[in-house]
Nanobody
Framework: QLVESGGGMVHVGESLRLSCVAS????????MSWVRQDVGLEPEWISS????????WYEDSVEGRFTISRDNAKNTLYLQMDSLELEDTATYYC???????????????WGQGTQVTVSS
């Protein structure tokens, strides 16, 4: 099970930190990812991190603004989002497993999501 939190309503340029608490599987041995989806659009993979937390990958539009990290002792995945833009508005999902722009994690491996709304 994956349970996200930390979403909310912010203004352009502000920051949010998302958290995802994992249970029911060995978190420390799995790659993890963040995916987002806005209404009417396809899911968008935005970042992944390896099991040890020392390798990260980002979609181009969030590179340099978002930071993925994990605390295996707490079974928790994070996404620090800085310099938020209107286009970042979406529901954000924590996902078990790796992902990429062309192959986001399967929906069956997502959490329930947390809404992020960015306004001007």
């Amino acid at each position: 099970q994956l349970v996200e939190s930390g979403g909310g309503m912010v203004h352009v340029g502000e920051s949010l930190r998302l958290s995802c608490v994992a249970s029911g599987f060995d978190f420390s041995t799995h790659f993890m990812s963040w995916v987002r989806q806005d209404v009417g659009l396809e899911p968008e993979w935005i970042s992944s991190i390896n099991d040890g937390g020392n390798r990260t990958w980002y979609e181009d539009s969030v590179e340099g603004r978002f930071t993925i990290s994990r605390d295996n002792a707490k079974n928790t995945l994070y996404l620090q989002m800085d310099s938020l833009e209107l286009e970042d508005t979406a529901t954000y999902y924590c996902a078990k497993g790796p992902g990429s722009t062309t192959r986001p994690p399967r929906r069956v491996n997502w959490g329930q999501g947390t809404q992020v709304t960015v306004s001007s």
